[in-house]
């Protein structure tokens, strides 16, 4: 419970906003781009549970962006 202050914070125009926000819609536009690459490329319809495997991106790139920008 005393950790919680150690959230990096954004201030945007007055408001405040976690940092793990900004990675979470980071992970869903890199999804959505890895997405259009896969279905482009005709590899997303061999794709075994797609859901997962869009999920698994998603995650990937949301805490490799954290990692990038609010751990170093």
Same mark, same amino acid.
């Not at 869903?28 to 490329?41: E, S, Y």
């Given at each position: 419970? @005393? $950790?919680?202050?150690? &959230?990096? +914070?954004? &201030?945007?125009?007055? =408001?405040?906003?976690?940092? %793990? +926000?900004? =990675? =979470? +819609?980071?992970? /869903? !536009?890199?999804?959505? !781009?890895?997405?259009?690459? $896969?279905? %482009?490329?005709?590899?997303?319809?061999? @794709? $075994?549970?797609?859901?997962?495997?869009? @999920?698994? !991106?998603?995650?990937?790139?949301?805490?490799?962006? %954290?990692? !990038? *920008? *609010? /751990?170093?």
């Amino acid at each position: 419970m @005393l $950790l919680g202050g150690c &959230d990096p +914070i954004i &201030d945007i125009g007055g =408001a405040f906003f976690p940092g %793990w +926000i900004f =990675a =979470a +819609i980071g992970g /869903l !536009v890199g999804m959505l !781009v890895v997405r259009q690459i $896969l279905a %482009w490329t005709g590899i997303e319809p061999h @794709l $075994l549970f797609r859901g997962f495997a869009h @999920l698994g !991106v998603f995650t990937a790139i949301s805490a490799c962006l %954290w990692y !990038v *920008f *609010f /751990l170093t």
